[in-house]
C-alpha cells in the first residue's frame, strides 16, 4: 500500500531533550516536506527536499534540521525542543516538486513542557 | 505576491444542504496549480483536486464539485447534498514557484 508513514504518532518531551520524528515514503518521491499545524494558523512549511541531499528551508526553519540521506526517508530533528514547537507535525511526499499533489503522513502530535 | 484566502473560516450546514467553500488565490504566474484537501476530524490530510492554470474546465466526482474561474481568480469547492461525513476542514492551496496553503474551512454537517 501506498503510504508515508511518521514515527511517533504522539510524543510530550522535556524543553532541552533532543528528538527525531521519522518520515518514510514507500512510493519512490522525490519531493519531501514537513510541516507544522497550528490553531489559527493553518499549515506552515518547515523544510523541503527536493531530492536525496537536496534540502531547503521553509516558512519556519528555526529550531529544526532534517536530513535527505536516503530518498524514502525525511528525519525532523529538534536537537533542543522548546514549549512554542508544541505541535501537530506532518510529512508530505509528492512525485516531484509543489506542482504535484501531496501524500501526507498520519501526523505526530508533540508536546514539549 | 502569492496568497490564498479562505473567507470562510467555519461554516454549518444542516445534512442534504448544499454547500459551497470559496478560494480566492492571488499569484502573478501564468503557470500554476490549484489544489484542495480535506482534513476529518482524525487528522489526516486527504488529496481532493488538482487543477492547472490551463484547464478552467469544472470538474465533478460524485457530490464534488469544483468551479475555476481564472476571472476572478477563485477555485470554489461545492458539496452537494451534504453528509455529517463531510465534516472537516477543507484547505484550499496554490503552487507556482512554492506552495501556499489558505488557512482552512472547517464545515460541520449536522444531522
Known amino acids: 500500500e501506498a503510504q508515508v508513514t511518521q514515527n511517533p504518532r504522539y510524543l510530550i518531551t522535556v524543553t532541552g531533550k533532543k528528538l527525531t520524528v521519522t518520515c518514510s515514503q514507500n512510493?519512490?518521491?522525490?519531493?519531501m516536506s514537513w510541516y507544522r499545524q497550528d490553531p489559527g494558523l493553518g499549515l506552515r512549511q518547515i523544510y523541503y527536499?527536493?531530492?536525496?541531499?537536496?534540502?531547503d528551508k521553509g516558512d519556519v526553519p528555526e529550531g529544526y534540521k532534517v536530513s535527505r540521506k536516503e530518498k524514502r526517508n525525511f528525519p525532523l530533528i529538534l536537537e533542543s525542543p522548546s514549549p512554542n514547537q508544541t505541535s501537530l507535525y506532518f510529512c508530505?511526499?509528492?512525485?516531484?516538486?509543489?506542482?504535484?499533489?501531496?501524500?501526507f503522513g498520519p501526523g505526530t502530535r508533540l508536546t514539549v513542557t | 505576491a502569492q496568497k490564498v484566502t479562505q473567507a470562510q473560516t467555519e461554516i454549518s450546514v444542516v445534512e442534504k444542504e448544499d454547500v459551497t467553500l470559496d478560494c480566492v488565490y492571488e499569484t502573478r504566474d501564468t503557470t500554476y496549480y490549484l489544489f484542495w484537501y480535506k482534513q476529518p476530524p482524525s487528522g489526516e490530510l486527504v488529496f481532493l483536486i488538482r487543477?492547472?492554470?490551463?484547464d478552467e474546465q469544472n470538474e465533478i466526482s460524485g457530490r464534488y464539485s469544483w468551479n475555476f474561474q481564472k476571472s476572478t481568480s477563485s477555485f470554489n469547492f461545492t458539496i452537494t447534498a451534504s453528509q455529517v461525513v463531510d465534516s472537516a476542514v477543507y484547505f484550499c492551496?496554490?503552487?507556482?514557484?512554492?506552495?501556499?496553503w489558505g488557512l482552512g474551512t472547517s464545515l460541520a454537517v449536522n444531522p
Open positions: 512510493m519512490n518521491h522525490e519531493y
Open positions: 487543477r492547472n492554470s490551463f
Open positions: 492551496a496554490l503552487s507556482d514557484r512554492k506552495l501556499i
Open positions: 527536499s527536493m531530492n536525496v541531499e537536496v534540502t
Open positions: 508530505a511526499s509528492s512525485p516531484r516538486q509543489v506542482s504535484y499533489e501531496q501524500y
